[in-house]
Every structure is written in C-alpha cells, then in structure tokens.
C-alpha cells in the first residue's frame, strides 16, 4: 500500500513539474518572441514599403517637412513608451489614435496612418505598445495591460493637437482586442467611436486556439496554470484579459471589421463581440480576407466605410487648399 502510495506521489510530482515546465515554456513563447520582435522592428519601414508601395512619398514627404515626431512618456514601471505622430494636412480637430497588433510596432500600422492622415484629413497618433517597437518593457501584454497605456496616449494626443479634439481609436489585431478593452473603460468627452479590425474575444480564447493548432494540446491545465504564472510574474491573467467583457460596457459606437477567412483570429469570434456591444455599432465581414490584410486587400472598400463610419461622430473632413496632398 504504501509502495502503491509513493508511486501516486511521484506520478503527481512529475505530472506537476511537467505541466509547469510546458506553462512557462508557453508563457516566454508566446510573451517573449524575441527573435520575432527583433527581425521586425528591423525591417518594419522595408517591409511596409513592398506591402503598401504608396506609403514611401507620403512618409518622405512628412519626414522632409518634419512633420511625422516622435515622443516619449513614462509608463507605471518607469519604462519609456514611444510614440509616433503627425498633424493633418490642414488644422483640424479630428484626431485618429490608432494601436498595431501582436509582436509589430507603429510604423507597422502606417497604411491605417495614411488612411486617416492623408486620406481623411486627420491628426494621427501611432504608440509603440509596451514591450514592442522603440517601447520598453518586460513582456507582451496582449492588450491588458496596455488599455491603461493606450488611455494615457488618448489624453497625450488631445493635448499634442490642441485640446478638445474628435477622437476616434483604431486597432488591428492584438491592437483591436486592445481597442475594445480601452472602450470598455471611462471615456473623455472627446472620444467619439472606435474602429476594432480582427480582434479576438479574450486572451484565453485565443491562447487556447493556438494551444489546440500548434501543439495539440487542450486547454486545461497547461494553459490554466501559465494564467497563473502570468499573474504572478506580470500582474495580469489571461482570463481577466477580455474584449469581450469590455466591450460590453462600452457605450460609444464601433465598427467591428473581421476577414470571413480569418484562420489565425478565427471570423467566429466577431460575432459574440458585435452582439456584446450594446448601442449604435456597425459590422464588415469581409469576403475573402485572411488576417489582418482587410485594408491591403480591398483598401477602397474599406476605406470608403471606415471613412463612412467615423466621419458620423467626428466630422468631415477639412476642405483641402494643397493639391499636392
């Protein structure tokens, strides 16, 4: 009996090292990616410039007027957050803070900078979230955490475009889970819509998702137990991190936006979210779109019903005197 004991004993012993040693392998890969991050922060200006060929003259001609800036703030832990921005072409008040997606940067969101920027005549701000781009930080976020941050860039962008501004705050990806969980928090008066492109519905949603794909492996304990370590190294869960609960409470109105062939943020997921929000909303599935190339793939389209969407709450845009722009 006591031989049958120990043996139980040792079975849970090693079963429990095990489920911990997978957890926190789970946690540094999906929290980490440093090799991932590194090459892409590399490459981020390169890369956009073969994806969206007409961002080049339109950087080039902010950076020769020096118009596209930089700036810096210091977040909760004293780590540097790193912005990007740009006034609009003529003086407005309409003001666009728009959030990049899972392990890419500010200038990684520049095609989404040019559609309000050039295309509707707004203000832009591009923040590096923490841990990404030019931002410190100790790990991803996915969006939690980086709610608090993004508010902060909300007030920062206000301020920097003289106050009292029309803001509208775009995400894509991790930046659209990010989106939903800022609009489920208290909003200043100046916020007006928000526009959430291919976000998912909690980070457990998706951590499990990817768990099942990648690995084969279901979620319960491995991913229960990385919540857990997660919390106790970074200070949040992965079951408290939901767009969904958020944007539940969200009371200003949102476009949802999600590819009909999304396999990495499954097109299931948008239909809860839209459902959850309650008040005015607007939903795209769009044809054919895989992940997060919405935009790329049919940018008329959608630039024509984003264009739609925001310009109801935020106002039309400016009449342009440069016909250059």
């Not at 923040?127 to 930080?137: A, F, N, R, T």
């Not at 659209?176 to 526009?195: D, H, I, L, N």
């Not at 539940?248 to 949802?256: N, S, W």
Request: aromatic share 12%; proline share 5%; charged share 25%.
């Amino acid at each position: 009996m006591k031989r049958i004991v120990r043996s139980v004993l040792v079975l849970l012993l090693l079963s429990a090292v095990v489920v911990t040693g997978g957890s926190l392998y789970m946690l540094s890969y999906s929290l980490t990616p440093d090799a991932t991050m590194e090459a892409k922060n590399a490459s981020s200006y390169k890369y956009m410039y073969a994806e969206y060929p007409f961002l080049q003259p339109w950087v080039d001609s902010l950076e020769r007027t020096g118009a596209l800036r930089d700036t810096v703030i210091l977040g909760a832990e004293g780590e540097r957050l790193h912005a990007i921005y740009a006034a609009a072409p003529e003086p407005t008040d309409r003001t666009a803070v728009i959030v990049h997606g899972y392990t890419d940067n500010a200038v990684r969101m520049l095609m989404i900078g040019y559609l309000y920027n050039h295309d509707l005549g707004c203000n832009i701000l591009l923040p590096d979230l923490y841990y990404h781009g030019q931002s410190e930080g100790r790990a991803i976020r996915m969006g939690w955490k980086d709610r608090l941050d993004v508010l902060r860039w909300m007030e920062i962008a206000n301020d920097i475009f003289g106050g009292d501004t029309r803001m509208v705050v775009h995400g894509i990806s991790m930046g659209a889970a990010t989106t939903m969980m800022v609009s489920g928090e208290e909003q200043r008066p100046y916020v007006k819509c928000f526009v959430e492109d291919c976000g998912y519905t909690s980070v457990r949603d998706q951590f499990a998702k990817e768990l099942k794909e990648q690995f084969g492996l279901p979620a319960f304990p491995l991913l229960d137990v990385a919540s857990w370590l997660c919390d106790l190294k970074y200070g949040w869960n992965f079951r408290e991190a939901s767009s969904l609960k958020q944007v539940a409470k969200c009371r200003l109105p949102m476009l949802f936006i999600h590819g009909d062939a999304d396999g990495y943020v499954p097109t299931r997921m948008v239909y809860p979210l839209y459902e959850a929000k309650p008040g005015e909303k607007e939903l795209w599935v769009v044809p054919g779109a895989a992940h997060a190339v919405s935009y790329r793939d049919n940018r008329e389209e959608y630039t024509r019903r984003v264009k739609a969407f925001v310009e109801k709450y935020i106002g039309g845009e400016p009449e342009q005197t440069n016909e250059n722009q």
